[in-house]
């Protein structure tokens, strides 16, 4: 890889936090966590920034980092033939749409369930309600 390839590659612009933050997710989670150790024993505040950090961009709980960054560069990258990089275009669209309708879905799905576990409480509240106010008209 020559030197102007490295600096023309996303993960090589912008400030050095950015720099660092995608040098760490090429190498994947045990970069994340090797970082966040070396910050807790040098000093504690870098190691709970990164801890917290990590926990905050779900980095803890996903997959593999580095997969991910690869996926976000190969998948919009040229290919060099239009009608390819077209269809490409049209296929992830597709795909993103695909995704959102299920997502809605589930959140439908969600909103359903807890909607009869809420009618469920109501109406055990009500039974409970009704038999304590029969409890006390008949005493």
Known sequence: MTTATVHATPAHRGNWL????AWLDDRGKGAWIAAMVLGFIFF????????AY????KRMF???CAARARHHRHAFKSSGNSAFDAYKADTLRRLE????AFEAFLNRLRDAKDKAEFDQFMDERAKKSNDADGETVDA
């Open 54 to 57: 990590m926990i905050w961009s």
């Open 62 to 64: 996903n997959g593999s």
């Open 18 to 21: 950015t720099r660092a933050e």
């Open 97 to 100: 749409e695909e995704q959102d």
């Open 44 to 51: 504690w505040p870098i190691g709970l920034a990164l801890l």
